[in-house]
């Protein structure tokens, strides 16, 4: 487990357009099909990283709690599965059933070109977007991780999204989301 930290899209990015594998349904869905009427969030994560699985209780909440109030939560996975087969598209179909499917889509991102445009690099990485799709937030759920002792809150991202949720300005001072490095291919 190598800790990484995200690289912070730059706020006002225009979220990167997809058309990725839905493990759910076995259908291509694009970012249209799935955004949310008020927003977005895209997380970049993972079956086995034990960040993801250590956050997974705030993961669940927050997607159901927000889904209800017009904002989608898409989570894609963009690991190397010859490599990490615990990540492919079958057993995240699996766990998504094993969570009570929270997400609006677990997205499969076979190449690893929308892990690469969304400047992912680790697991879980997080990005919010507006009804416009532009960047308003990206970084982490909060400061807990599998090797701190900082209570599991989800605040940072709950804090953003309630920020945009009343039309209020998401403070840019943002901290980067720390986790399992995404596994990527050798090209």
């Known amino acids: 487990m190598s800790e990484t930290p995200s690289n912070m899209m ?7 357009d997809f058309n990725l594998l839905d493990t759910q349904t076995g259908e291509k869905k694009s970012l249209a099909e799935l955004q949310g009427e008020q927003g977005t969030v895209v997380i970049f994560m993972c079956n086995h990283c034990p960040y ?6 705030q993961l669940i909440a927050i997607a159901k709690h927000y889904a209800k109030l017009g904002i989608n939560t898409i989570a894609i996975s963009a690991n190397d599965v010859s490599n990490y087969p615990q990540d492919a598209p079958g057993k995240m179909q699996d766990l998504m059933s094993a969570w009570g499917k929270p997400f609006t889509a677990y997205l499969y991102d076979e190449t690893q070109t929308v892990a690469k445009a969304y400047l992912a ?16 937030y990206r970084g982490r759920l909060d400061a807990a991780t599998p090797k ?11 804090n953003a999204l309630e920020a945009l949720l009343a039309g209020e300005a998401i403070s ?15 090209d």
């Open 148 to 158: 701190n002792d900082q209570p599991l809150t989800g605040d940072d991202l709950r």
């Open 121 to 136: 690099a680790c697991t879980p990485d997080f990005y919010l977007f507006n009804a416009d799709l532009s960047c308003v």
């Open 52 to 57: 993801v699985i250590y956050i997974k209780e």
């Open 172 to 186: 840019e001072e943002q901290v980067p989301s720390v986790g399992c490095n995404i596994k990527w291919k050798n």
């Open 10 to 16: 730059p706020l006002g990015t225009q979220a990167p």
